[in-house]
Structures are given as structure tokens and as C-alpha cells.
């Protein structure tokens, strides 16, 4: 496998029972304006149907969209599930109403980037392009 050509492929994602996707289709569509191809999962989606889709679209990136306060468990659920299905090398992030404490646990436990309610899609996008699908530093 080489490093895989063309646009970065992100799945965005509402997982839980949070009715809420202006901020994730204004993401979406910030990520698409920037040249990158977009999988929308829709609401209510659970994380095995996440983690599917991903894999299924073999996708660089999956970002996760949680205003309901569940974000400890679906993050981790995401992340786990990834690594069931051997395919931790999809980064995972997220935004969201996530308090200030929860972020640096969410970053040990494997989310790569977490922006809360003030983050631009500017910035989002900077990071998405820093972020996904860098070479790893060491091969394994």
C-alpha cells in the first residue's frame, strides 16, 4: 500500500439521539468547499454504523459532531471499534459542546483533534489537511 492518491475522504457524523446537524452539514460542506470528498452519515447514526460507513468508504478521517454530552462514550466507542477492526489508522475528531476537562482524556484515549463551539471551519479545515493522512513517523 502506498500512500493513497486523490482528495482526503472524511465521514461526518451525528452519532446518538442529538437532533441538531446545522454544525456538521456547515462543516461538511466546508470540508467539500476545500476539495475533499465528504461521506454525510445523517442523524441518529450509532458508532458500528459509523465505524462501517468508514471502512466501507475508505475514508482518512472521521469526524464526529456530539452536542448531546455523550461525547466520553461515543468517542470512545468510535475508537475502539476502529481498533476491533484494524483500521486505527482513520483519524478521528470531533466538535461539539465538549467542556474544557473532558478534552485532554478524549486526546488520550485517541481522538486526534476536538474543536469546540468557537472553532472556525477554517481552522477545521487547516487541521484536517495537517492532520489526516500524514506519513507516520514509524513504520510498523
Known amino acids: 500500500m502506498g500512500v493513497a492518491a486523490g482528495p482526503i475522504r472524511v465521514v461526518v457524523?451525528?452519532?446518538?439521539?442529538?437532533?441538531?446537524?446545522?454544525?456538521?452539514?456547515?462543516?461538511?460542506?466546508?470540508?467539500?468547499?476545500?476539495?475533499?470528498?465528504?461521506?454525510?452519515?445523517?442523524?441518529?447514526q450509532t458508532p458500528e454504523q459509523i465505524v462501517g460507513t468508514a471502512i466501507q468508504e475508505d475514508a482518512d478521517a472521521i469526524g464526529l459532531s456530539i452536542l448531546s454530552g455523550a461525547h466520553n462514550t461515543l468517542f470512545a466507542a468510535v475508537i475502539d471499534l476502529l481498533k476491533e477492526r484494524?483500521?486505527?489508522?482513520?483519524?478521528?475528531f470531533g466538535g461539539g459542546i465538549i467542556p474544557e476537562e473532558d478534552i485532554a482524556p478524549l486526546k488520550e484515549k485517541?481522538?486526534?483533534?476536538?474543536?469546540?463551539?468557537?472553532?472556525?471551519?477554517?481552522?477545521?479545515?487547516e487541521w484536517v489537511?495537517?492532520?489526516?493522512?500524514?506519513?507516520?513517523?514509524?513504520?510498523?
Do not use: C, W
Open 13 to 44: 457524523a451525528k452519532p446518538g439521539l442529538d437532533g441538531h446537524d446545522r454544525g456538521a452539514k456547515v462543516i461538511a460542506r466546508a470540508l467539500r468547499d476545500a476539495g475533499m470528498e465528504v461521506i454525510y452519515t445523517g442523524l441518529h
Open 129 to 140: 489537511r495537517e492532520n489526516v493522512r500524514q506519513p507516520a513517523a514509524s513504520g510498523g
Open 86 to 92: 484494524e483500521a486505527e489508522d482513520i483519524v478521528v
Open 110 to 125: 485517541g481522538v486526534a483533534g476536538i474543536f469546540t463551539p468557537g472553532a472556525t471551519t477554517t481552522a477545521i479545515v
